[in-house]
DNA sequence: TTGAAAGCGGTACCAG
DNA sequence: CTGGTACCGCTTTCAA
């Protein structure tokens, strides 16, 4: 038994349907298009036709003529699939799905890897061939010089994060002001002594968390702030924890500057006998599922929360709107955090911790 | 400024090429795609003005004529990224993505809620739309019913994961073997009363564990095997297993049957202040990053790991193949899981563990 | 070796 | 209200 072959998916075309219903194919368009100007008893029997022989007209075809895909694309970190920072991506991966769905759109996963200079990045490929009308980019992973040469081109595309200076559409969450009610939130809870561990500057949202973090340093001279920045790379954050909290016993705070650290954060911390939230606050910039409850690890843990859904969300709903072409200037928008305060920097307050 | 309205990806075409070379477009076709015929210096004149404007072949255009798009669907489970089965998800997709681009396909991210019976799930309109040219799914979510649609309707797809007494194309693991391998390494570290923790039967995979689990405490009477069976969502596991290990302190040995459960029995044996490896062994099938580690959790956990990565690889191939035509009866691909011997088990022999 | 023309499955416009 | 036709960008004969 041959199973191979062609592909049998409906091969009935516009054609098809005009020639059984004795029609045009120009007013079988129009019942598809819903558009007005076809008889009644004639739009009736074309659709009993398209439903009867269950015709779905071809996408690609549609596509051709309108100069139009319906399909974006979204481009990933090609390591999307591993590491702890791996809770981001498919989170914003399916809501931004779930946008595009509602908006009749695909998704096409696309990565990259933005260590190595390929020849050509795929992203660019499927926009140059038209697989799709826009993108929807992270600034952490793009880059600023990628970036630019999306801006020159004249692609459609928003980007999720932005980087300082550069003029394109995106949706990014507050991470300045996250970074500062964080640290805010550590001081009123008489913290002294704060750490703060971030990755490397060159990413924006670092940037923006660590001059968040150092703002409110600022503003209150009694208390001392240390910036630990660190690769993402294994362990790095581990080993700088340990170092510094071992030879500065009087830390009693511990800001994780991203998800990525907070296990390293939490071992550190097991490693040298501290107790959270006794011996010190423990407080993580980015939210996990494990977070909130009290399991074999810690204390549930004080957060900033990003709103990942909706980052994807507007995103989506941006590009679509860009596509459409009725876009003045820049749409730029900003996410609010929020703070959830949980045991692991002490003296629960009141606070929505769920 | 405005910067929105018409996408200005190249809009230089075939006929513009033709057109300042001089040639006809069918000439520029051949060289397009690499076909003889051609006057070495006509060829090369193309050649350069194709590389000087930077022009690409529509993809939309080429999939008109052709019928095929080059891209494949992925059927994902609504809620992927929620929950700790998420780690599975962005590794099969990294893999698929990955084995896709390596043969100039694209990935097209579709999701569906198999709680629900939606008008038309998204991916039977991809696939009636012709934007996709085959499907990847997964038999546990995708079930029963709608893998028989596809088998019905012809549709080229392979599934990662199987029914039983479904013909189609797929690729799957050695569950059962694996589960057969785990029960036997416990066994023969000297554990006599096991509690295998699993999903609900309705899925393959479970089935095919659990059958795997049976089939070794068959084979040793003086081994008490109990098998807990709980749904997926939110900690029913981990009552069960209070449950059964609190009135049951001679259960020596907890095989946790998928990952989604491990958080779940971790946080039984805390609760009921079991020492890991010393009261109980504990084992997972699946593999997860944080295993490997001694961290704050427990001693390093023995688990079958899934080649996750093959598995993806496998399927974007097999779906290529049958998409190429020439695939008689079934292809149908079995991977072996891999016992990683860590110290959740205790006396830590010799074996794999990385 | 090359050009001309038909056609893939639709949309859009114009005449009737 | 409806049919006819040109055309979207490319591939594929068929002649020349």
Chains 1, 2 share one sequence.
């Not at 809770?87 to 990259?112: D, H, K, Q, Y």
């Not at 595309?157 to 559409?169: L, P, Q, T, W």
């Not at 995106?170 to 008489?190: C, K, P, S, Y």
């Not at 002294?192 to 670092?206: A, D, Q, R, Y």
């Amino acid at each position: 038994m041959s199973c191979g072959g062609r592909n049998m998916q409906s091969k009935i075309t516009i054609n098809g349907i005009a020639k059984i219903a004795k029609v045009s194919k120009g007013t079988v368009s129009r019942v598809l298009n819903n558009e007005r100007g076809v008889g009644e008893k004639t739009r009736e029997r074309i659709l009993k036709l398209i439903k009867d022989l269950n015709y779905k007209p071809s996408a690609i075809a549609r596509s051709l003529v309108s100069l139009r895909t319906n399909n974006i694309g979204i481009v990933l970190p090609s390591d999307f699939g591993a590491g702890i920072s791996q809770a981001f991506w498919p989170s914003i991966l399916s809501s931004i799905t779930r946008a595009a769905a509602e908006l009749n759109m695909c998704v096409l996963v696309t990565t990259f890897n933005p260590e190595e200079e390929a020849v050509e990045d795929s992203y660019k490929r499927i926009l140059a061939e038209h697989r799709v009308d826009g993108l929807i980019t992270f600034a952490d992973i793009l880059g600023k010089r990628r970036t630019a040469e999306l801006i020159a081109g004249r692609y459609p595309f928003v980007s999720i994060g932005r980087d300082d200076g550069m003029r394109h559409h995106f949706v990014d969450v507050e991470n300045r002001e996250g970074a500062q009610t964080m640290t805010e939130h550590l001081i009123e809870l008489g913290r002294k002594n704060i750490v703060f561990v971030c990755g490397p500057k060159t990413l924006p949202s670092v940037r923006a968390r660590l001059s968040g973090f150092k703002d409110v340093i600022g503003k209150y001279p009694q208390v001392k702030g240390k910036v630990l920045e660190v690769p993402f790379s294994s362990h790095e954050a581990q080993k700088a924890i340990v170092g510094h909290l071992g030879e500065n016993r009087a830390v009693d705070a511990l800001f994780i500057g991203a998800v990525n650290f907070v296990m390293d954060g939490l071992v550190a911390c097991k490693h040298l006998g501290l107790a959270i939230p006794g011996d010190i606050a423990f407080a993580c910039f980015d939210e996990l599922d494990f977070f909130k409850e009290r399991n074999l690890l810690t204390s549930p843990i004080t957060s900033i929360a990003q709103p990942v859904d909706e980052l994807g969300r507007e995103a989506m709903n941006m590009l679509h709107e860009l596509l459409k072409g009725d876009v003045k200037g820049f749409h730029q928008k900003l996410l609010p955090t929020t703070l959830i305060v949980r045991e692991s920097c002490g003296e629960a307050k009141a606070g929505r911790a769920n």
